[in-house]
């Protein structure tokens, strides 16, 4: 027999499940709230926790930094969340279909996680990656389920070239984040508002690297759409096109500058650049001071983060109400 102090715990838990059941309600299926049993692993993608950082930026009266943990994603990268997004988008529209092929270029995070789906879905994957990559990188791909080419081929053109022969010879499909616009939809539908729901909407800014500029455009988007104040930021190597897109008011000079369709540089309020020794520099901290291992590319974001805190106007830094900046941590690696 169940006690009354028992069953009252129980009533408490149950009821607490179902306000989480329908907080999932409100935002969509996609973010898997309060729901220990996973029909399938593509269930974990998403939903990664804000960790609060105590020692980095604590210098900094009236502003709290939030890591966005993306590296919890199942192979260590927001990338299964793009990936998933562009399977998803390809079998409805009917360019992905059973028997098919997937046919990748390059040895990024992007192609570790659309050969790990394209495994727990069934599809064949190929990857062609350029001369210089690395044997563990390599490994890595083949051990997620790729058959592998490396090619004489540095030129990202070139090989682009090369699988569409590939794509086209196997009858295959290949995905393309640069320009699909179901990579930033799906940032706009699950990442911006997981922050803005755990923040309960007090978000002040949200930083990113650039990377395929899908995510900081959705997770924008979606936060502006909220509370226009909030500020998108982007920081990344000086000599990267966004950087020089950033840099330049010169309309002439802009347009000159390739930047991926995906990417809307209308969202952007502020643009850091950041070296390579200081991105080693904040990712070592840390791990230090934090305990977080994390990719460098974090680090760099970390840097353009604190840079951005030093000209916060003092009227919006309040230690009982703080300014949060989310700090999108993309990958472990």
């Known amino acids: 027999m169940i006690d009354p102090i028992s069953k009252g715990i129980d009533d408490l838990g149950n009821s607490l499940l179902q306000a989480l059941n329908n907080v999932q309600g409100i935002f969509g299926k996609e ?9 399938n692993i593509l269930q974990l ?3 990664t926790p804000l960790i609060r950082l105590n020692r980095i930026g ?5 502003v709290q930094f939030y890591l966005k943990a ?8 927001a990338k299964d969340r793009t990936a998933l997004a562009m399977y998803m988008d390809a079998e409805r529209r009917g360019k992905l279909k059973k028997g098919m092929s997937v046919v990748l270029v390059g040895a990024g995070s ?19 990656v350029p001369l210089q990559t690395t044997p563990d990188r390599i490994q890595l791909l083949r051990s997620y389920g790729a058959e592998v080419t490396v090619s004489n081929e540095s030129d990202i053109g070139r090989l682009t070239e090369l699988a569409e022969e590939k794509a086209k010879k196997l009858g295959g ?6 320009s699909n616009p179901a990579n930033p939809n799906f940032h706009f539908k699950t990442t911006g508002p997981e922050i803005w729901r755990d923040l309960q909407g007090k978000v002040g800014a949200v930083i990113s690297a650039p990377g395929s500029g899908g995510a900081i455009t959705g997770i924008g988007r979606y936060l502006k759409s909220q509370d226009r104040r909030v500020k998108v930021i982007i920081a990344g190597k000086q000599n990267s096109p966004f950087m020089e897109y950033g840099k330049t008011d010169n309309p002439k000079e802009r347009e000159r500058i390739q930047l991926p369709a995906v990417y809307d540089p ?6 850091f650049h950041v070296t390579k020794d200081e991105a080693l520099h904040l990712q070592a901290d840390l791990y230090e001071k934090e305990g977080i291992f994390a990719g460098l590319t974090t680090g760099t974001v970390i840097t353009g983060a604190l840079r951005f805190s030093e000209s916060i106007p003092e009227s919006e830094r309040n230690e009982r109400n703080p300014f949060n900046i989310v700090i999108l941590s993309p990958d472990k690696d």
Do not use: M
């Open 31 to 39: 973010l898997s709230v309060a729901k220990p049993i996973h029909d």
């Open 45 to 47: 993608i998403g939903n």
């Open 173 to 178: 499909w290949i995905p393309d984040e640069a």
């Open 58 to 62: 604590s210098e900094y009266t009236g």
């Open 110 to 128: 992007s192609s570790v996680s659309f050969t790990w789906i394209g495994k727990v879905k069934g599809y064949p994957v190929y990857c062609l």
């Open 266 to 271: 209308k969202l952007i309020d502020h643009y």
């Open 70 to 77: 993306e590296f919890l994603n199942p192979t260590g990268s």
